[in-house]
């Protein structure tokens, strides 16, 4: 489906997290912001300290279809993402950081972690839902002009390295996104995760 129009309310302010001060930056998190980041152990359940960022600003980002059709991602205070997941080779050429990649980052991740564009379970599920993850991701960058970019962006999230991390991230990070994210749309397959993401 083509996107006809994206909103964001709010802004993208992350900060990163130092795996060298983990601690002393938990404890600075919690009194400045008021978030409270998990023990160092459960935090490396999360994924890979030097690649994780914590969101300090709530964003609500409304993507909607020329269908007709939405959806809207409510990222709240403290929710902790990598962005896109973008293996190692790619990263050369693209920049989660990159203005063009914000928000299609922010939303990958969400959808990545929660499944939220996954309906049923099962392998088939999780192959058509990471499909819909993806295309999503390529389909946000390109409207914001950058068709090259989004070619590269895509494959770069639809490699083996990508698929075989989408299976991990329920166990992984799935709760903590859905704490974190509040997920809605017209459709009644994407339920607000309560069909896909009941994973255990």
Avoid at 44 to 70: A, D
Avoid at 129 to 153: C, P, Q, S
Avoid at 172 to 198: A, H, I, Q
Wanted: charge should be positive; proline fraction near 4%; aromatic fraction near 12%.
């Amino acid at each position: 489906m083509q996107i006809a129009k994206i909103e964001i309310t709010g802004e993208f302010d992350t900060r990163r997290i130092r795996p060298w001060r983990y601690n002393a930056q938990r404890t600075r998190f919690f009194k400045e912001f008021g978030i409270t980041l998990p023990p160092r152990k459960k935090a490396k359940k999360l994924g890979k300290l030097g690649q994780l960022r914590v969101v300090l600003s709530p964003v609500t980002i409304r993507i909607e279809y020329k269908s007709g059709h939405w959806l809207q991602y409510e990222i709240r205070r403290g929710w902790v993402t990598d962005l896109a997941s973008v293996p190692r080779f790619f990263r050369s050429f693209l920049d989660n950081d990159d203005i063009e990649m914000l928000a299609a980052a922010y939303v990958h991740d969400a959808n990545f972690t929660g499944h939220y564009l996954q309906v049923g379970h099962g392998p088939e599920a999780e192959v058509d839902g990471l499909d819909r993850v993806n295309t999503l991701f390529r389909e946000m960058i390109r409207y914001r002009g950058a068709k090259v970019k989004a070619v590269i962006a895509h494959a770069a999230v639809d490699s083996i390295v990508g698929h075989a991390l989408y299976f991990k991230m329920p166990k992984r990070r799935g709760k903590w996104t859905r704490d974190k994210v509040v997920f809605t749309s017209d459709s009644r397959l994407y339920n607000g995760g309560c069909v896909y993401g009941e994973r255990s």
